[in-house]
């Protein structure tokens, strides 16, 4: 990883476009659904141990292929504690860490990457609407005329808090530092510093798992906290899958308006400034 300490302001574009996409989500109103069943069509499981072969994700032609990925990291990531935070076990940072790696692993692929494997089975909701978040990052990148796919990343994951819960599980908090490097300038280093997450997990028959994780931003608030929308019957539910879909659709539509059109090239004549006027 190169540390040459500069912003990738080639990616500015698509955090842009990202941004005005929530807005328009957030001002759009929305006719009477009910909530789609986030279980449906199953994708390969992710897990570390398995090999990656692809497959087309059930969305749509146009979705990103889902694929399972490898124990190979195309990056690097670590966990450190705050002082006097209580220390993990190795299963549970292991959790914690196959989680974020098969997040970049994703965005360095641009292929969508199946966490399911990494959560407990009464929670594959939270899986798949982290999923849907996945998805629309590698629409929005691979919208671009640059290439946003990553030659290399590394992470660091700071625990700041450990708390145990009523029922046995554990509430974890931590920040995130990240350097991204892109293929289109892989020696520019694209930093990311102090980005919360919320991971809750629980221990299993198949050991510990993941049951609920939050990501302290706008896109997580849009998929997440904006399910339930107001519309003139009152407010209804709606799946993170609709929202994906209809994010996407906002996202191609602001990416066609913003390119560049090809246009002929007009040449104006130049009057030479020793011209007299007629």
């Known amino acids: 990883m190169k540390k040459s300490h500069k912003t990738a302001f080639f990616a500015a574009g698509a955090l842009t476009l990202a941004a005005a996409v929530l807005a328009s989500v957030y001002n759009n109103q929305y006719n009477n659904q ?11 499981v992710y897990t570390s141990a398995q090999q990656g072969a692809a497959t087309q994700n059930s969305a749509g032609n146009s979705a990103p292929q889902t694929i399972a990925m490898s124990q190979t ?3 690097s990531g670590s ?31 641009l292929s969508l990457g199946d966490p399911s494997g990494l959560f407990a089975e009464d929670s594959l909701d ?19 005329i640059s290439d946003l796919s990553l030659v290399d990343y590394d992470f660091t994951l700071t625990i700041t808090r450990v708390e145990e819960q009523d029922d046995g599980s554990l509430r974890i908090r931590l920040n995130e530092d990240s350097v991204q490097n892109f293929a289109q ?3 520019v280093d694209s930093e990311s510093m102090d980005v919360r997450h919320v991971f809750t997990m629980k221990e299993t028959d198949d050991g510990w ?47 066609a308006s913003a390119l560049p059109k090809e246009k002929p090239l007009t040449w104006l004549p130049i009057t030479p400034m020793t011209a007299k006027p007629p």
Request: glycine share 2%.
């Open 185 to 187: 300038h892989p020696d």
């Open 73 to 75: 990291r195309l990056g």
């Open 34 to 44: 009910s909530l789609q069943n986030a279980n449906a069509a199953q994708t390969p």
């Open 126 to 144: 939270q899986a798949q609407t982290n999923q849907n978040i996945w998805e629309y990052l590698i629409a929005v990148r691979s919208m671009q």
């Open 209 to 255: 798992k993941l049951s609920q994780h939050m990501q302290m931003d706008s896109l997580y608030y849009t998929m997440m906290g904006w399910t339930r929308r107001r519309s003139s019957d009152g407010a209804v539910q709606v799946s993170s899958s609709q929202t994906l879909d209809e994010m996407i659709s906002l996202a191609q539509t602001y990416t």
């Open 79 to 109: 966990i450190q504690y705050e002082e006097d935070t209580p220390a993990l076990t190795s299963e549970q940072e292991s959790l914690l860490l196959d989680y974020i790696y098969a997040y970049y692993d994703s965005l360095a692929n």
